[in-house]
Nanobody, 124 residues
Framework: QVQLVESGGGLVQAGGSLRLSCAAS????????VGWFRQAPGKEREFVAA????????RYADSVKGRFTISRDNAKNTVYLQMNSLKPEDTAIHYC?????????????????WGQGTQVTVSS
């Protein structure tokens, strides 16, 4: 399995922006679907966005469409999540995960490799 490490989280005011990074080590995840998920206190982990190996196909949760953008740089073995117009309800631990499926899936059970997560806190 590939090892994933997230970074870029922090505290930001509502309306602000953050860019999360997900770096792979151990082996390349060039051929993997990569997804971002998040989990707020007391809530279940939920899908945020996913991207295929080429970066040509993406999927987003309705709650983040138009505000978040997922992208990848396979040369750097890194996937990014640009988060704009942040809202207090975006506050959560954000995780990246890798899947061997050939299409961007939204299902948690399709992702075998997970990072430790990075905290995003949006103040009102």
């Amino acid at each position: 399995q590939v090892q994933l490490v997230e970074s870029g989280g922090g505290l930001v005011q509502a309306g602000g922006s953050l860019r999360l990074s997900c770096a792979a080590s151990g082996r390349t995840f060039r051929n993997n679907i990569v997804g971002w998920f998040r989990q707020a206190p007391g809530k279940e982990r939920e899908f945020v966005a996913a991207i295929d190996w080429s970066g040509g196909r993406t999927r987003y949760a309705d709650s983040v469409k138009g505000r978040f953008t997922i992208s990848r740089d396979n040369a750097k073995n890194t996937v990014y999540l640009q988060m704009n117009s942040l809202k207090p309800e975006d506050t959560a631990i954000h995780y990246c995960a890798a899947s061997t499926l050939p299409y961007p899936t939204m299902r948690i059970e399709d992702f075998a490799s997970w990072g430790q997560g990075t905290q995003v806190t949006v103040s009102s």
